[in-house]
């Protein structure tokens, strides 16, 4: 039985018509809990520019925060030591991985939620970091919620015992400009609603 869970990622070059044997990545990600993760691919930055590169994005074992590594060539053979892509979390919050994504000079862009308790109440933060070398360092994040917040079953139903951090509704995409196009699910009013924001880098405040 392993001790810790090992992410692999499998390559294909003829559209997935067929895949290489799994490649190891880490084992530096989760448990405990529902392990989400996401992998993005793009061109690396600086002394790797225009090289092809993956970079893996999981949740740190034990619930510490998001990590990154980034593939050494386009083989996906070689992977970078882990980076944390944020400061270290304050005692008894947690940090999970929603959604990332790259444009081809190597920034790189990651939404991610923080997690705390207060009380008997379970509250949220989310947050937005960006890289420009592709993975290798991060710029300090920025908070797109307003307040953190602490949804309640009073105004979202018995809904937020399933999905307290409002569900799977973040993503971020890139646009024509190169901007990073941002959604998120957000209870700051006390209701989950969706929210809406442009990032072009240098990282603004939105």
Do not use: K
């Not at 039985?1 to 895949?19: I, K, Q, Y």
Request: hydrophobic fraction near 35%; aromatic fraction near 8%.
């Amino acid at each position: 039985e392993l001790l810790r869970r090992r992410a692999f990622v499998l390559h294909s070059h003829d559209g997935a018509a067929t895949f290489s044997a799994p490649r190891f990545v880490t084992e530096a990600c989760g448990p405990p809990g529902f392990a989400t993760a996401a992998l993005v691919l793009h061109r690396g930055a600086g002394p790797v520019s225009g090289a092809e590169r993956l970079t893996h994005i999981c949740n740190a074992a034990g619930g510490s925060g998001v990590l990154a590594t980034t593939s050494r060539d386009g083989s996906a053979e070689l992977w970078s030591d882990v980076v944390p892509v944020h400061p270290p979390l304050a005692d008894g919050v947690s940090g999970r991985v929603r959604a990332a994504a790259a444009r081809d000079d190597g920034h790189l862009g990651i939404l991610y939620t923080t997690r705390e308790r207060r009380g008997d109440a379970r509250c949220y933060d989310v947050h937005f970091v960006l890289s420009t070398d592709g993975g290798v360092t991060f710029h300090a994040p920025h908070r797109l919620s307003l307040d953190t917040y602490c949804p309640t079953r009073a105004d979202n139903g018995a809904t937020v015992d399933s999905w307290p951090d409002g569900g799977d509704y973040y993503g971020i995409a890139v646009d024509a400009r190169g901007r990073f196009r941002l959604v998120w699910s957000d209870a700051r009013s006390g209701r989950f609603q969706l929210y809406a924001t442009t990032i072009e880098p240098p990282v603004a405040r939105p």
